[in-house]
C-alpha cells in the first residue's frame, strides 16, 4: 500500500504482440523516386568555392549586363 | 444569409466560385426590413463592410487552408525546376558549380477560369548569399552595424563603399542612362548566415556552445544605398524565428552583427488576385463558351501595366498560351496607361493599406509602385507585410505555405462583420472548397489541360512570362527557354527544349 506523495512505477509494461505492433518507427521503409526539391531553406550548391560564379553574381551580372544593353550569351 | 439579389450594375468581373474575384457582390434585397448595412461615400459599392471582409488577407490566409488541407497540392500539376541562369554575351562559364536557381511551378485547378489552371511559382530560399557579395579589396559584406527608426533598419554592410566602388549588383547596378537599378527591392532578406560558406541556420538550429537556438530575424529590402553600402529594411512587417522556436512578428529584435544576408522564399502567382487583374474569361472549364469578344467597360478604365509578347524575328504579336520549348518571345511592357480593354476585364481593386509605426496610412496603393527601363521592369516596391498589405499573398501563396507546414501568421483583419456567424463564414469556405474540388477535377480532367500546355513551355504565354520575372528576378530577356531543366518523379533533370522527356 502506498501512502499519497510516494513516487510509485507508473510504466504500463507493455506485452510482447503490443511491441512488435509499436516497431513502425523501426521497420523498413520502401520507396522510388527522390522527393521533390521543394521546401524552403534549401540551399543551391553550398558552398561556392573560390573562382566559381555564385548566384549572387550570377544575377549582378545579368542586370549589370541588362542595364548596358547587352543581352543573354 | 439574408437573400439576395445580384447588383444592377452587372456582374462586372467574374462571377466564379472564387472570392478573389474584384468587384462582383451583392446586395441585400431591400423588399424585407433590415437594417441599415450600406455606407455613405461608398458609391455604388453597398454593403462595403461585408466585401472588405471578403478581400481581406485574413480571407486569402483562410482559403489557403482550405485548399491545402481539402483540396490538396495536385501533385501532377507540381513541377520542380532547375534554372541555369544565363551568363550575359561573351562571358565564359567558370569551372565548377555553375549558377542556378531552383523552384517549382505549381498548378492549381480552377474553376470557370480561362485556361482552367493557375500557376504558381515559389523560389527556394538561400539563393543569393551575401557571403559572395564583396568590396573592391574582396571584403565579405556582413552586417556591420543597424540604427533604426520607427519603421525602418538601416544595415551598414562591412566593405569599403565609395561612389567609384558602391554595392556590386545585383544589390545596386550602375545605369549608363539614368537612375542606378536596384532589382532585390522587395526581396525579403534574413540574417542566416553565421560564417562564410555556411549552412543557412534554421529556426531550428541549436548553437552547440550555449544549447539554445540561434534565431534568426526576415525583413522586406526597402531601399539601397549603394556609395554608402546601407540596405533600408522594413522593420514593422519584420518577422523573427525566436529562440524559443516560435515566430513573431514584428521581429523584437534587430539583425545580428557579423552574421551575412541571405534572400527568403520568393513566391509569385498568375492569378487574379496575386497580379491584381482580373482576365477576361471568354470560356469556362464546363465548355459553355461565352463566346464573345472581350470587352471593358470605359467606365471601369483604369491606369495599369500589361505587357505585349511578340515574336522576335517578325515582331508580330503573339499571345499563344500553347507553344513548343524553343519559342522565345520579347516582351514589351506598356505601363502608366489606360488598360487594355481587349485583354484585360480589370486591373483589380484598390485597398488602403496597413498603418506603419508613426500611424501614419500608407494610402491606397499607385500603379507607378515600380520602375521600369527599356519597357521592362526592374524593381518592384509593392512591398510585403504579413498583416494587411503584402506583395499580396493570393490563397494559392498561402495553400502552398500551409503545405511546406510554415504556418503564416494569422493577418489580422479577421472579418470583423458577416451577416452570419463567423463559424458559418468558415463553414461556407469548407464547403466552396469541397464543391470546387469535385467541379474542378472532372471539368479539369476533360478540358482544362487543353487549353494551356505546362511548364516550361508555357513560361512564355502572356500569362506566365510575368510572374516569371517576378519570381526569377532576372530581366525577362534573360528568361530563356532552354536554361529551363524540369526534374521528373525518378530525381533527374530533363531538358525540354532538347526534345528530352520525363521518366515515364
Known sequence: MTDFGEVIETRYILSEAQLAASQFGFSEVYYSGSPTVYSPGDVVHLPYASGETSTMQALGDAWAAYASGIGPG | ?504
Not at chain 2, 485574413?58 to 485548399?67: A, D, K
Not at chain 2, 579589396?137 to 567609384?164: F, P
Not at chain 2, 534574413?190 to 541549436?206: A, M, Q, S
Not at chain 2, 496610412?361 to 494587411?388: C, H, M, R, V
Open chain 2, 1 to 504: 444569409m439574408s437573400s439576395t439579389k445580384k447588383n444592377s450594375f452587372g456582374s462586372f468581373g467574374s462571377s466564379g466560385s472564387s472570392f478573389g474575384t474584384f468587384g462582383s457582390h451583392e446586395v441585400p434585397d431591400i423588399g424585407e426590413i433590415k437594417p441599415i448595412t450600406t455606407e455613405f461615400s461608398q458609391g455604388s459599392v453597398p454593403n462595403s463592410i461585408v466585401r472588405m471582409d471578403r478581400e481581406s488577407a485574413w480571407s486569402r490566409w483562410r482559403r489557403g487552408y482550405e485548399i491545402a488541407s481539402y483540396v490538396g497540392i495536385q501533385h501532377a500539376l507540381t513541377y520542380p525546376f532547375e534554372y541555369r541562369v544565363p551568363l550575359p554575351e561573351g562571358t565564359l562559364p567558370t569551372e565548377g558549380n555553375q549558377p542556378l536557381i531552383l523552384g517549382v511551378v505549381q498548378g492549381f485547378f480552377t474553376a470557370g477560369k480561362e485556361f482552367g489552371v493557375h500557376w504558381t511559382g515559389c523560389r527556394v530560399g538561400s539563393i543569393l548569399r551575401f557571403d559572395n557579395v564583396t568590396d573592391s579589396t574582396g571584403a565579405l559584406a556582413s552586417i556591420a552595424s543597424i540604427t533604426q527608426d520607427d519603421e525602418y533598419w538601416y544595415v551598414q554592410l562591412s566593405g569599403s563603399w565609395s561612389v567609384a566602388n558602391p554595392l556590386p549588383p545585383p544589390l545596386y547596378v550602375p545605369n549608363p542612362n539614368g537612375d542606378p537599378i536596384k532589382p532585390l527591392l522587395g526581396e525579403i532578406l534574413e540574417d542566416r548566415i553565421l560564417t562564410p560558406g555556411g549552412t543557412p541556420v534554421t529556426k531550428d538550429t541549436l548553437n552547440p556552445a550555449t544549447d539554445k537556438r540561434y534565431g534568426y530575424v526576415q525583413a522586406i529590402l526597402i531601399d539601397v544605398d549603394g556609395p554608402n553600402g546601407i540596405l533600408k529594411l522594413q522593420r514593422t512587417s519584420s518577422f523573427e524565428a525566436s529562440p524559443d522556436n516560435v515566430y513573431l512578428t514584428p521581429s523584437t529584435k534587430p539583425f545580428s552583427v557579423g552574421r551575412y544576408f541571405t534572400v527568403g522564399t520568393r513566391y509569385a502567382c498568375t492569378c487574379q488576385d496575386f497580379s491584381r487583374r482580373s482576365y477576361t474569361f471568354m470560356m469556362n472549364l464546363d465548355g459553355k463558351e461565352k463566346n464573345r469578344f472581350p470587352f471593358t467597360r470605359p467606365a471601369l478604365l483604369k491606369y495599369g501595366r500589361h505587357e505585349v509578347l511578340t515574336d522576335p524575328s517578325t515582331g508580330a504579336v503573339n499571345n499563344s498560351a500553347m507553344t513548343n520549348a524553343n519559342e522565345n518571345r520579347n516582351s514589351s511592357l506598356t505601363f502608366e496607361s489606360i488598360d487594355n480593354p481587349g485583354i484585360f476585364n480589370d486591373f483589380g481593386g484598390r485597398y488602403l493599406r496597413n498603418f506603419g509605426a508613426s500611424r501614419r496610412a500608407e494610402g491606397p496603393t499607385t500603379f507607378a509602385d515600380y520602375t521600369a527601363k527599356d519597357n521592362q521592369i526592374t524593381s518592384f516596391s509593392d512591398y510585403w507585410s504579413p498583416l494587411l498589405d503584402e506583395m499580396r499573398y493570393c490563397k494559392h501563396i498561402y495553400a502552398l505555405r500551409f503545405e511546406e507546414g510554415i504556418l503564416p501568421p494569422e493577418p489580422s483583419d479577421l472579418p470583423f462583420f458577416t451577416e452570419e456567424s463567423i463559424t458559418e463564414w468558415e463553414q461556407n469556405l469548407v464547403r466552396e472548397s469541397s464543391k470546387t474540388n469535385d467541379h474542378v477535377g472532372t471539368a479539369n480532367a476533360m478540358r482544362g489541360m487543353a487549353l494551356m500546355d505546362v511548364p516550361p513551355k508555357n513560361f512564355q504565354s502572356p500569362q506566365l512570362l510575368p510572374m516569371m520575372q517576378k519570381l526569377l528576378n532576372v530581366p525577362t530577356s534573360f528568361i530563356r527557354l532552354e536554361n529551363f531543366r524540369m526534374q521528373d518523379k525518378t530525381g533527374a533533370f530533363y531538358n525540354p527544349s532538347a526534345g528530352e522527356s520525363p521518366a515515364t
